[in-house]
């Protein structure tokens, strides 16, 4: 396993929209592990590929308390089941240190492949529901800056670039 670096925005590669994965095997079985390893250690609960270069569309997750309830979904897809939506406040790996209302949909129904290659579909709820959908944005090149207002967005920017040249 090993640890990937994990792009901070406004980096343009956030932006990539990640191709489908056409063949599970032991690369990607391993890509999934290192997703997992890199959430972990990072205090995460959501991390898209996209957001450590790889533009495949694969996203870990795991909003359980104690960390013990990996889940690794390939080639998501989403149906809106209603128009019901609500906010949430959320964070981002990508976006260090900012944590921004955004609103969602409730009721989605998300269909996917396991890592055995399994096509499986599930409704997830609460705060699962909410990261599923922010993590499938980040393959199609969204951030949940892009919510935001304008103003909100380039301040969140500034400041990023700022911390990036202190290091
Ligand atoms: C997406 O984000 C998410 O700023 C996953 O200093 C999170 O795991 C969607 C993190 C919350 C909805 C609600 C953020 C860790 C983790 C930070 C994350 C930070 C350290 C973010
Ligand atoms: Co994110």
Do not use: W
């Amino acid at each position: 396993m090993s640890l990937l670096k994990i792009l901070i925005f406004p980096d343009r590669r956030l932006r990539t929209v990640a191709k489908p994965i056409s063949k599970i095997d032991s690369s990607i079985v391993d890509l999934a592990n290192n997703l997992l390893e890199t959430m972990y250690s990072s205090d995460g609960i959501g991390l898209a590929a996209t957001q450590v270069n790889i533009h495949k569309r694969i996203i870990a997750v795991d909003t359980s308390e104690e960390k013990n309830r990996p889940l690794i979904l390939i080639n998501p897809l989403k149906k809106n089941l209603d128009k019901s939506k609500s906010v949430y406040e959320e964070g981002c790996l990508s976006v260090p240190g900012f944590y921004e209302p955004v609103e969602r949909n409730n009721n989605v129904e998300i269909s996917f492949q396991d890592v055995k290659g399994e096509h499986l579909i599930i409704k997830p709820e609460g705060l699962e529901s909410v990261v599923i959908q922010h993590e499938m944005d980040h393959l199609d090149g969204k951030v949940f800056v892009d919510y935001l207002s304008n103003l909100k967005r380039e301040i969140i920017k500034k400041k990023l670039i700022k911390e990036r040249t202190k290091k």
